[in-house]
């Protein structure tokens, strides 16, 4: 689930491509 540009749980950051949920 965690992109090679999104971190794992992305919490300062909003879900790009909705990784954080």
């Not at 909003?14 to 949920?21: D, I, L, N, S």
Request: proline share 14%; no cysteine; glycine share 10%.
């Amino acid at each position: 689930m965690a992109d090679e540009n999104t971190p794992v749980m992305p919490e300062e950051v909003p879900a790009v491509e909705g990784v954080g949920m």
